[in-house]
């Protein structure tokens, strides 16, 4: 596709139960991020990608959250037994290798979770 | 430096007038700088990047400054439009990730 497309747009789940969102970032991307946003505050990130590894998984809050990336594409975001304070924007970015011109990440439009 | 769900701070500008959006990186080993702009409801979007051997760098109606010795980054931008009331973000690109900044909330002022 043209840009990053994540799914599903919104998603609302009861509390212990557990979420995947999906990331499909643009073709030929190596580099993907999935950052955090809650309700007017900044972005928290959460982990990044290069091809299907992920060297920095610094940010992902708690052993209930994970996330893979297959065939250098897509990427899941898996969150446990969801709590109330997961509720948030989760934001996913692909940008291309390199680290020039023209290698600004691109942002898709987000997973609105909320946690009922 | 990254945001970690810190309140944003927040600029009030006058339309018509110029706004100076600042920003202070963490990584001295960053060589590529970005500011994105994040409308409501939406993911960020790009407005403007600069390489680290330059001091600035000008588009449609935005300017943007870098100083590596402060490690400071600032986006300014020209006669500003009620459309421009967004959130702004600068992200730093260090040997292999994109780091983002904690934001500024732009309102204009009718």
């Known amino acids: 596709g043209a840009g990053v497309s994540q799914s599903p747009s919104n998603k609302v789940t009861e509390k212990g139960k557990d979420v995947e969102l999906r990331c499909d970032p643009i073709s030929g991307h190596t580099a993907l991020y999935w950052y955090r946003q809650s309700l007017g505050q900044g972005l928290e990130f959460l982990i990044y990608?290069?091809?299907?590894?992920?060297?920095?998984k610094s940010g992902l809050p708690s052993d209930r959250f994970s996330a893979e990336r297959t065939g250098g594409s897509v990427s899941t975001l898996t969150i446990q037994r969801t709590q109330q304070e997961d509720s948030a924007v989760y934001l996913c970015?692909?940008?291309?290798?390199?680290?020039?011109?023209?290698?600004?990440?691109?942002f898709g439009q987000g997973t609105r979770l909320t946690v009922v | 430096g990254e945001s970690v769900g810190l309140h944003l701070p927040t600029l009030s500008v006058q339309e018509g007038d110029n706004s100076i959006i600042n920003c202070a990186y963490s990584?001295?080993?960053?060589?590529?700088f970005i500011w994105y702009k994040q409308e409501s409801g939406k993911g960020p979007q790009f407005i403007i990047d600069?390489?680290?051997?330059?001091d600035k760098r000008q588009g449609q109606r935005v300017t943007v400054l870098l100083n590596k010795t402060v490690k400071h980054l600032s986006l300014q931008i020209a006669a500003t439009q009620p459309g421009d009331s967004a959130v702004y973000f600068c992200?730093?690109?260090?040997?292999?990730?994109?780091?983002f900044g904690a934001g500024t909330t732009v309102t204009v002022r009718a």
């Open positions: 992200a730093e690109r260090g040997d292999y990730k994109l780091s």
């Open positions: 970015a692909s940008s291309p290798p390199g680290k020039g011109w023209n290698t600004e990440a691109f």
């Open positions: 990608f290069q091809g299907n590894s992920a060297p920095d």
């Open positions: 990584n001295s080993a960053s060589d590529y």
């Open positions: 600069i390489r680290s051997n330059m």
